[in-house]
């Protein structure tokens, strides 16, 4: 199931005032982005998995032993 429609089945609240944000932003913010700022508003205790997505993942420590 991919990821835009579990959050609409599984919160719905969230969803739509996340589509509201989106739509007003006029494409300034993803709807991924605005989907997570509307849950925090709503559930201040999720606040750690609000940058989830936004941080570059990090790259894999070179081994110094193996030629670049």
Known sequence: M???LA???LDPVTSWHAWRAFVSSRGNVTFDAAWRRCRVARFP??????????????PP???????S
């Open 2 to 4: 991919r990821t835009l």
């Open 7 to 9: 959050r609409w089945l």
């Open 45 to 58: 205790d999720e606040m750690p998995y609000l940058q989830h997505g936004h941080t570059p993942p990090t």
């Open 61 to 67: 420590a070179q081994d110094p032993h193996q030629p």
